[in-house]
C-alpha cells in the first residue's frame, strides 16, 4: 500500500512538473512571436518609409496590419527620418507580451557605423 501512494506522488510530482515546463515554454514562443512581429512591423514601416518598397498609404498602418498577421497589435510607432520603432503586444494566458524593435538604413542607428 505505501508503494502505491508512493508511486501515485511522484507521478503528481511529475505531472505537475511536465505542466510547469510545457507553460513556460509556450511563453517563451509566444514572447519570441511578439518579437518576430515587431521586427516585422518596424522593418515594413522603414522599408516604406525609405522608399524601398513604394504603397501609398501611412507607414505606421502598414506595420499595424503586419503585426496582426502575427497576432499581435500596434501600441506605437513612431517614424524619426529613415528609422522606424515599433512596439506591439500580444497575450498568454491573460498576460500582456510587450516586444520593441528598431529597424532603419544600415549606419543609421545611433552609434551606427
Keep these: 500500500m505505501g508503494g502505491a501512494a508512493l508511486a ?3 507521478l503528481a510530482i511529475a505531472g505537475t512538473l511536465a505542466f510547469g515546463a510545457a507553460a513556460v515554454g509556450a511563453a517563451g514562443a ?3 512571436r511578439a518579437a518576430g512581429a515587431a521586427d516585422s512591423a518596424a522593418l515594413a514601416a522603414a522599408d516604406i518609409t525609405s522608399g524601398a518598397v513604394p504603397v ?3 507607414a505606421c498602418a502598414v506595420a499595424e496590419r503586419v503585426a496582426a498577421a502575427h497576432g499581435a497589435t500596434v501600441d506605437e510607432c513612431r ?6 520603432t515599433v512596439r506591439v503586444t500580444t497575450v498568454y494566458a491573460g498576460v500582456p507580451v510587450v516586444a520593441s524593435a528598431r529597424a532603419g538604413p544600415p549606419g543609421s542607428a545611433e552609434g551606427g557605423g
Design 30 to 32: 509566444v514572447s519570441q
Design 79 to 84: 517614424i524619426d527620418g529613415l528609422i522606424a
Design 8 to 10: 501515485i506522488g511522484g
Design 56 to 58: 501609398d498609404g501611412d
